[in-house]
């Protein structure tokens, strides 16, 4: 059983659509990151939420952290091209040593031209 | 624009090759992840550095991994004998360490196949 959930695994739209995806977990965490991973790349940190209910946005991008602090979501307004990408949402699992974090495995996004 | 560096970009062996990946962290960073993807088992954990000394390294096969930090600027890791299931990207990462949120600069990692 994966400590994180992620939902969906694939995800293909056109350029302009709007998306969500989501984290899912049944264990409550202090803080949640998202990452993007680019082909070839490796990830890049985007946001870090810690607070029950946080929302914060960069750019086009709105994340939430659950009220219960178990699950997050990922919104992209108007997605483009650029935004292709692998997602991850990645916690540090209590009990566990500073730094050790534990990704999903991860939403795989396409935006077609 | 600092960066983590990784080499070799793209390695292909036999089967019961050693091979050695190299990492230079980020200038000023003092700790040091190597991580582990593929389509299976997603990015994993394989072990951790705090100011060159191994924190963590629970992730790792003990019996044909090892990581070390010979020094400040060179992370290294290596598979001796090395195996086909150990085809994957392996990323190195540096950060300030100063907490766990703190932001994990990601290599561009290295391909590794194991025929």
């Known amino acids: 059983t994966q400590l994180l959930e992620q939902s969906p695994q694939f995800l293909s739209i056109q350029e302009g659509e709007n998306l969500t995806v989501y984290c899912n977990s049944s264990s409550v965490f202090s803080s949640l990151q998202w990452y993007r991973q680019e082909p070839g790349e490796g990830p890049v940190l985007l946001v870090t939420v810690v607070t029950g209910g946080e929302v914060k946005k960069l750019k086009r991008l709105t994340f939430q952290f659950g009220d219960a602090r178990k699950d997050s979501s990922l919104h992209i307004t108007a997605a483009q091209p650029g935004d292709t990408g692998l997602y991850l949402c990645a916690v540090q699992k209590s009990g566990t040593s500073y730094g050790k974090l534990t990704f999903g495995q991860g939403t795989i996004l396409t935006v077609h031209p | 624009d600092a960066r983590v560096t990784q080499t070799p970009r793209d390695k292909v062996t036999e089967m019961g090759q050693e091979v050695t990946m190299r990492c230079q962290p980020i200038l000023g960073h003092n700790t040091v992840f190597w991580y582990r993807q593929t389509m299976m088992q997603g990015l994993e954990l394989l072990a951790y550095?705090?100011?060159?000394?191994?924190?963590?390294d629970s992730g790792m096969p003990k019996d044909r991994f090892s990581a070390e930090m010979p020094d400040a600027t060179l992370a290294t890791l290596k598979i001796q004998p090395s195996e086909p299931r150990d085809s994957a990207v392996y990323f190195c990462?540096?950060?300030?360490?100063?907490?766990?949120?703190?932001?994990?600069?990601f290599g561009p990692g290295t391909r590794l196949t194991v025929l």
């Open positions: 550095f705090r100011n060159r000394a191994p924190l963590d």
């Open positions: 990462a540096s950060g300030l360490g100063l907490d766990w949120e703190d932001t994990q600069y």
